[in-house]
């Protein structure tokens, strides 16, 4: 059980993870992949200055999503994109302007969400996202999703660019991975929690590698659709998919005593 009782009747603050929202995720992360270049390249901000303006505006949007107390798609959705942005922007600075290697990035960034993980469970005795009912929970849940997304994006570059396997087979790879971790999931039964967060991480270099392959030129592995064009289509899908999901009220989950993991 929790250290904190559930008050009777609340609303979790963020989504079920239903195939819809494995969907959204994989283009939040394309579009944080190449939205950061596009910014920080294509329009020149440079990646300091495209780090602390995407920064800024991820501030505003998650004292937006912390204003609301149920699960509300825009506000929701919102911020993860704009994490998804930041995750790839710290990433990046630490590999380009600081010249941390890759390897020791995804150590480094693997070990923080590891201390995050348990003082997590040290306070809430939870890791659950089905029980996101408080704003202590909360903090810990946002701190944990940056994280999945700078190690998710460090462990991608390792394997697609530095260990030289490209951005196609990268994406397959990865696919594999989170296939088998369904397959553990749904018919072996391994724990729900360690299934969801090992998937939440392996989709971002999964969503990046594809986002990658579409966006580079040809003679780096991609194929050449650009930046504007990735991540404009991707954006549009996000929003239809957001629209859908306010219309529909899909995600929400309305928390019980009964609910606590």
């Not at 505006?57 to 699960?71: H, N």
């Not at 969400?113 to 946002?142: D, M, P």
């Not at 971002?204 to 594809?210: E, V, Y």
Request: proline residues 3%; glycine residues 8%; hydrophobic residues 55%.
């Amino acid at each position: 059980m929790s250290s904190m009782p559930l008050a009777a009747g609340a609303y979790n603050r963020v989504p079920q993870p239903t195939p819809s929202f494995w969907v959204i995720k994989l283009l939040a992360v394309t579009v944080g992949e190449t939205a950061a270049d596009f910014l920080a390249l294509n329009l020149g901000l440079g990646l300091q200055l495209t780090s602390l303006l995407m920064t800024g505006i991820l501030a505003v949007a998650i004292v937006l999503q912390f204003m609301q107390r149920r699960y509300v798609p825009f506000y929701y959705w919102f911020a993860v994109v704009l994490v998804s942005v930041v995750g790839t922007l710290l990433t990046d600075n630490l590999v380009d302007n600081l010249g941390v290697p890759l390897q020791t990035t995804a150590i480094v960034t693997a070990i923080l969400l590891a201390i995050t993980f348990a003082l997590w469970y040290a306070a809430e005795k939870t890791l659950s996202i089905h029980t996101i009912i408080t704003t202590r929970r909360e903090v810990f849940y946002w701190i944990a999703i940056l994280l999945t997304f700078a190690l998710g994006t460090a462990v991608g570059d390792l394997v697609a660019e530095k260990f030289d396997v490209g951005y196609l087979n990268t994406g397959l790879l990865f696919a594999l991975i989170i296939g088998v971790i369904a397959l553990g999931y749904f018919v072996l039964r391994i724990d729900a929690v360690l299934s969801f967060w090992l998937a939440y991480i392996l989709t971002r270099p999964l969503g990046a590698s594809f986002g990658d392959l579409l966006s580079q030129p040809m003679e780096y592995g991609g194929l050449g659709l650009g930046t504007v064009v990735t991540s404009f289509i991707f954006l549009a899908a996000i929003v239809v998919i957001v629209v859908y999901m306010s219309f529909t009220r899909r995600g929400g989950e309305l928390v019980s005593r009964q609910s606590e993991a």
